[in-house]
């Protein structure tokens, strides 16, 4: 059975940094690729980050480049998104996802709440 669960998010000041993580069980993370994506109150869900199955990485959002960072452990079978830089603007649930592209997400984990504000 899949299970993707997200854990790390919570309250950082503006300029703050976290790191995201997404265990995942039921299938072999660097078989596939994944993803981070993320909706803030009132708006819909949006790629964040993506990494495929040979390790290749990308950012759909120029707002992020340079400051957000997808990575994955095989042997921990998880995966992260390191967050620096972090705004305001960055406040949402941020989710994972098996699939890196627009139709290929078929499994979410439940969200992790990351807020900036001082």
């Known amino acids: 059975q899949v299970h993707l669960v997200e854990s790390g998010g919570g309250l950082v000041q503006p300029g703050g940094s976290l790191t995201l993580s997404c265990q995942v069980s039921g299938f072999s993370i660097g078989l596939y690729g994944m993803s981070w994506h993320r909706q803030a109150p009132g708006k819909e869900r949006e790629l964040v980050a993506g990494?495929?199955?040979?390790?290749?990485?990308?950012n759909s959002r120029g707002v992020v480049k340079g400051r957000f960072i997808i990575s994955i452990n095989n042997a921990k079978n998880t995966l992260y998104l390191q967050m620096n830089s972090l705004k305001p603007e960055d406040t949402a649930v941020y989710y994972c996802?098996?699939?890196?592209?627009?139709?290929?997400?078929?499994?979410w984990g439940q969200g992790t709440q990351v807020t900036v504000s001082h």
């Open positions: 990494i495929n199955s040979v390790g290749l990485t990308s």
């Open positions: 996802a098996r699939g890196n592209s627009p139709g290929s997400y078929d499994y």
